[in-house]
């Protein structure tokens, strides 16, 4: 790989960075007063745990900072690296038009808004990317939330209450579990993507509350497997049981489907969901979230959820880079179109590799190694080999799954692609995860 001859000198701050810390039995920390609730943050750091030997092995794979980055190419420990590891579908953090969106922002509106939108922080520029995301969804209403995470969990809070029921797939994001739990409403969880087993649980709910309110929740696009949702049977289901249904479109708006609107728009569904979440923080390169929906609706949880109104309302450099990514992404199709194109060609190349990559249909394409210790040794000579990748273990994934999750972007290059295919075979080829003839080794027990 090519050096970045624009690439400024970097220097590691003068002090212990924090994926580095290890306790050794000799640190062990004196006996004190403080309360038992920290009992378990000393205990985290004891040398008998995971935590402490891979740290002493060094194959502790999080938190470790990137040093530089641009599009495709990252520097971490000095070390240049193809990333195969972000959500920046569409390769548009370091676009010079987006920059520039960002910086204007900040010279017209100063660096944040500090005060929630139901207060001071609301600014045209809010008002702006709401109706821009309404009409782009063909929905009545947007509106914004500070973070992804907190767009799930405000959308659940407000929505469902005492009297009503969720139904949860049980791989959903953390973000709508904690929704559930900050909710006053029942959850029940049915199995990953069984539609059957969400149908019992259905029917049971309207036998035993005929009157509750119904919620089926889901990832669009599941964020390990990159699977999409079952939306038209989903949609069945909540027609059927008299249920609405939101899809947590994170990892598909900007990504999949005509024009890149989502998990239903695959399946010519988008105006029949009820609602419809996204965040900022992939396809549109800077952070925060949304829902779109019925007017009255989408007010209802502007005026009710707690994420949205306690919160500082987003920045307007974000809020800018959002709106520019926006316009990219609608007149520049080829950028949808070659995503899908990789994808397709890295999903394929795997599995000629003799790869599992389970279901995959999106350009999130997790590739299984076996148990947690081969996963991180083997994530660990990726990046020895100058593959940038994420080490995904249990419980995010099943026991004797442990994966290593790759993601693309629109601007990786042919070259780029092939290079990752390459490193992958080696690699493989020497944990024993593939043999030399392409076949997939059994996974681990």
């Known amino acids: 790989m090519c050096a970045h001859a624009s690439r400024p000198a970097y220097t590691m701050p003068d ?10 039995k000799e640190a062990e ?15 985290f750091f004891d040398p008998s745990n995971d935590y402490a030997k891979l740290k002493q092995a060094d194959l502790y794979p999080y938190f470790r900072p990137i040093e530089y980055s641009e599009g495709s190419q990252a520097v971490m420990d000095g070390d240049e690296l193809i990333m195969a590891g972000s959500n920046n579908y569409l390769g548009l953090t370091s676009d010079p038009r987006v920059q520039e969106a960002a910086k204007d922002a900040i010279d017209k509106y100063g660096t944040g808004c500090t005060g929630s939108r139901f207060l001071n922080g609301t600014l045209d520029l809010h ?3 709401e109706h821009r995301l309404a009409e782009f969804m063909d929905k009545e209403k947007a509106v914004l939330f500070s973070t992804g995470y907190m767009t799930n969990e405000g959308v659940l809070q407000a929505i469902a209450g005492r009297n009503d029921i969720i139904f949860s797939d049980k791989d959903n994001h953390a973000c709508i579990v904690a929704g559930t739990q900050a909710s006053m409403a029942e959850t029940r969880r049915y ?20 009157n509750a309110g119904k919620l089926i929740a889901t990832d669009g696009v599941f964020s390990m497997s990159g699977k999409i949702a079952q939306v038209p049977e989903l949609l069945e289901l909540a027609e059927e049981f008299d249920a609405a249904l939101m899809l947590d479109d994170a990892h ?5 489907g005509p024009g890149g609107r989502g998990s239903a728009s695959t399946f010519g569904r988008k105006d029949d969901v009820d609602l419809i979440t996204g965040t900022f923080s992939k396809s549109f390169s800077s952070i925060g979230g949304f829902a779109v929906g019925d007017r009255d609706v989408i007010e209802y949880i502007r ?3 707690s994420t949205h109104i306690f919160s500082a309302s987003m920045p307007p450099s974000t809020v800018a880079t959002v709106l520019k990514c926006l316009e990219i992404l609608q007149n520049e199709p080829e950028r949808l179109e070659r995503l899908w194109d990789i994808s397709d060609y890295m999903r394929e190349g795997f599995r000629d590799l003799g790869f599992d990559v389970w279901e995959s249909e999106s350009p999130i394409i997790p590739v299984v ?43 990786h290059s042919d070259e ?29 027990e």
Not at 191 to 210: I, S, T, V, Y
Not at 429 to 436: A, D, E, F, L
Request: proline share 7%; hydrophobic share 35%.
């Open 15 to 24: 002090q212990t960075r924090p994926h580095e810390f290890v306790r050794t």
């Open 29 to 43: 920390p004196e006996t004190s007063d403080e309360p038992p609730l920290f009992e378990k943050c000393h205990r």
């Open 127 to 129: 008002l702006e990317l």
């Open 191 to 210: 199995q990953h993507n069984d539609m059957e087993h969400l149908r019992g649980m259905l029917e049971r709910a309207h036998e035993e509350k005929p």
């Open 252 to 256: 598909a708006i900007g990504v999949i």
């Open 303 to 305: 005026h009710e959820a």
């Open 369 to 411: 190694v076996g148990d947690m210790e081969q996963c991180f040794r083997f994530w660990s000579d990726l990046i020895e080999e100058g593959v940038f990748v994420n080490a995904v273990v249990p419980p995010a994934v099943p026991r004797g799954q442990a994966l290593m999750r790759t993601s693309y972007m629109a601007t």
């Open 416 to 444: 780029e692609l092939d290079r990752i295919l390459e490193t992958f075979h080696k690699v493989g080829t020497k944990h024993g995860v593939v043999g030399t003839n392409g076949h997939h080794a059994a996974p681990a």
